[in-house]
Antibody
Framework: EVQLVESGGGLVKPGASLKLSCVAS????????MSWVRQTPGKTMEWIGD????????NYAPSLKNRFTISRDNAKSTLYLQMSNVRSEDTATYYC?????????WGQGTLVTVSS | DIVMTQSPSSLAVSAGETVTINCKSS????????????LAWYQQKPGQSPKLLIY???TRESGVPDRFIGSGSGTDFTLTISSVQAEDLADYYC????????FGAGTKLELK
């Protein structure tokens, strides 16, 4: 059974940095592109970016590429999202997903709240 | 960006009714190479992660009941739920995967 478990969310102050993790199991992690998607409290869904199966290539939503960095450790079956200079509008639930053009598998999400 | 416009934003239904949710993209999602439309539909119940229902506009994900039907091509797409059941009350989102992914704003399906 495919499982994706995110962690690392919480309350952070504007301007701070935060690193989210997603541990994958139930499939060969190193065979798949992976992605991060976020959902705001108002339920707007936004794709953040994705990373190639070997970590050699990343894509980002244009509005986020300067502040967010996606990486992975295939030996640990773990996906990461490094967030820097966070803003109030980054408040959202962050989901890790397995990519096939569409998103067939999602984690349970981790909530990030940006507030002073 | 490809902008996805979903309608209606909410819909009140009675059990057993057939409902239609619309999704319009700002440019065609039809690939000239393989003649496939890169459009997916998701269902999200309260407190849960989104669940994939349909991909490539009309292909039902494994395990999804056949009352969920995706249709359309180019820029206009529809999710039809025939004989709505109480368990179908949820938010529904369309998403294009023709270019970098973008989502519709969602449709909330409620009980009348």
């Amino acid at each position: 059974e495919v499982q994706l478990v995110e962690s690392g969310g919480g309350l952070v102050k504007p301007g701070a940095s935060l690193k989210l993790s997603c541990v994958a199991s139930g499939f060969t992690f190193s065979d798949y592109w992976m992605s991060w998607v976020r959902q705001t409290p108002g339920k707007t869904m936004e794709w953040i970016g994705d990373i190639k199966y070997d970590g050699s290539y990343t894509n980002y939503a244009p509005s986020l590429k300067n502040r967010f960095t996606i990486s992975r450790d295939n030996a640990k079956s773990t996906l990461y999202l490094q967030m820097s200079n966070v803003r109030s509008e980054d408040t959202a639930t962050y989901y890790c997903t397995r990519v096939s053009h569409w998103f067939a598998y999602w984690g349970q999400g981790t909530l990030v709240t940006v507030s002073s | 960006d490809i902008v996805m416009t979903q309608s209606p934003s909410s819909l009140a239904v009675s059990a057993g009714e057939t409902v239609t949710i619309n999704c319009k993209s700002s440019q065609s999602l039809l690939s000239s190479g393989n003649q496939k439309n890169y459009l997916a539909w998701y269902q999200q119940k309260p407190g849960q992660s989104p669940k994939l229902l349909i991909y490539l506009a009309s292909t039902r994900e494994s395990g999804v009941p056949d009352r969920f039907i995706g249709s359309g091509s180019g820029t206009d797409f529809t999710l039809t739920i025939s004989s709505v059941q109480a368990e179908d009350l949820a938010d529904y989102y369309c998403q294009q995967h023709y270019s970098y992914p973008t989502f519709g704003a969602g449709t909330k399906l409620e009980l009348k």
